[in-house]
C-alpha cells in the first residue's frame, strides 16, 4: 500500500491542479497542506518524509477537489494576507487584492498628515482598507460601512483579532444612507466596479464564489463612483480627500466626475502600470 507522505500528497496534489488547469497548482498544493497540517512552509519541507494521519489525509482530499473546482484558495483556508496582517474571510467578502494595497498606501501617507483623523469606508468587505490603515494611522479613527450585515460581521471579528475594536465603528448602510449627517476628514472605497456585461467573462473563481454584490458596478461599472460621489458632499470636511480604487480603464471617468465637483485629481498606477487609484481633494 502507498504511504502518503507529505512528498507524496505534495506532489500528487500540483499534478491534479494542473490537470485542472489550475494557474499557480504548486503554490495552491503548499498553501492548502500548510493549511491542513497548520505547519508553515519550511515545516513542509523538512517533513517531506511523514506520513499523513488519516484525517489529514481525508481533509486534504476534500480541500483538493474544492480548489480543482476552481474555488479560491483564500476560501479554502479561510484567510489572506493583506499588507502584511492576516484577514479572515468568508463566501460573504471579497478576497482582499494586492492592487488595494496601493489605496491603502496612498491613504496611509494623507491621513498620517492629519490630526486625529476620522475616515469612511465604503463597502468595506473583509474590513481590509479600514483595518490596514487603522493600523498604519494609529492617531486615526474609521467608520466601516456594508450594505451586507454579513460581510460586517467578518470586518468586525478582523478588528477583533486585529486589537483594532476601539477605532473601528460598523454601520449597515447602503452607501451613505445610514450616517446621518455625519462628516469626515477622508472617504474610501474600493465599490463594486466590474462591467455588467464583463461579469460572465471573469475568472470562475472570480464570478463562481465571490460575492456579485462585491463585483457588479452597473452597466459601465461607475454606478457605485456616481452615487457616491453625487452624496458626499455634506460628508467631508472642507479640507478632506476622497481616494477611490478604480478598474480597468476608469480612472479617468471618475476622475471626470470628481472635477465636475471642484475636487483637485491624482491619480496613481498599479504595479501592472494600470491606473488604480483616483484622488481628490477639494480645492477652496
Ligand atoms: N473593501 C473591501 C476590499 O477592498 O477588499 C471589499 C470591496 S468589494 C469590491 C465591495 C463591497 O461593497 C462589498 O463588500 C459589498 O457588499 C459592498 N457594497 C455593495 N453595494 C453596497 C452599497 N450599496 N452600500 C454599501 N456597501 C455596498
Ligand atoms: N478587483 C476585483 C477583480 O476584478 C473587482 C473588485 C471590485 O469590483 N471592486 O477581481
Known amino acids: 500500500m502507498a504511504v502518503w507522505t507529505v512528498g507524496a500528497v505534495l506532489s500528487w496534489s500540483t499534478d491534479y491542479f494542473e490537470r485542472h488547469g489550475i494557474d499557480t497548482p504548486r503554490i495552491d498544493a503548499e498553501v492548502i497542506l500548510m493549511h491542513i497540517l497548520n505547519k508553515d512552509r519550511i515545516h513542509i519541507y523538512t517533513e517531506f518524509d511523514k506520513p499523513l494521519q488519516q484525517d489529514e489525509l481525508s481533509r486534504l482530499h476534500d480541500a483538493v477537489k474544492r480548489r480543482a473546482e476552481r474555488e479560491p484558495v483564500a476560501y479554502i483556508t479561510g484567510h489572506r494576507e493583506f499588507m502584511g496582517m492576516p484577514f479572515a474571510v468568508t463566501h460573504d467578502v471579497l478576497i482582499p487584492r494586492p492592487d488595494t494595497e496601493i489605496l491603502v498606501e496612498k491613504a496611509v501617507a494623507r491621513l498620517n498628515?492629519?490630526?486625529?483623523?476620522?475616515?469612511?469606508?465604503?463597502?468595506?468587505?473583509?474590513?481590509?482598507?479600514?483595518?490596514?490603515?487603522?493600523?498604519?494611522?494609529?492617531?486615526?479613527?474609521?467608520?466601516?460601512?456594508?450594505?451586507?450585515?454579513?460581510?460586517?460581521?467578518?470586518?468586525?471579528?478582523?478588528?477583533?483579532?486585529?486589537?483594532?475594536?476601539?477605532?473601528?465603528?460598523?454601520?449597515?448602510?447602503d452607501l451613505f444612507a445610514g450616517l446621518d449627517d455625519r462628516v469626515f476628514d477622508a472617504i474610501l472605497s474600493n465599490p463594486p466596479y466590474i462591467p455588467d456585461g464583463d461579469i460572465a467573462g471573469l475568472a470562475p473563481e472570480v464570478r463562481d464564489y465571490e460575492p456579485h454584490m462585491a463585483l457588479a458596478g452597473g452597466a459601465d461599472g461607475l454606478d457605485f463612483y456616481r452615487r457616491i460621489i453625487d452624496e458626499t458632499p455634506g460628508h467631508l470636511e472642507s479640507d478632506g480627500f476622497m481616494s477611490f480604487e478604480a478598474g480597468i480603464d476608469e480612472a479617468e471617468p471618475i476622475a471626470e466626475l470628481l472635477r465636475a465637483k471642484g475636487f483637485e485629481v491624482s491619480t496613481a498606477k498599479d504595479l501592472a502600470g494600470i491606473e488604480r487609484v483616483v484622488t481628490g481633494v477639494k480645492v477652496h
Open 113 to 173: 498628515k492629519m490630526e486625529s483623523p476620522v475616515f469612511l469606508d465604503i463597502g468595506t468587505g473583509s474590513g481590509a482598507i479600514a483595518l490596514a490603515v487603522l493600523h498604519f494611522v494609529p492617531s486615526a479613527k474609521a467608520v466601516l460601512v456594508d450594505v451586507s450585515s454579513a460581510a460586517l460581521r467578518i470586518a468586525a471579528e478582523n478588528a477583533a483579532a486585529l486589537g483594532l475594536t476601539e477605532r473601528a465603528e460598523f454601520i449597515e448602510s
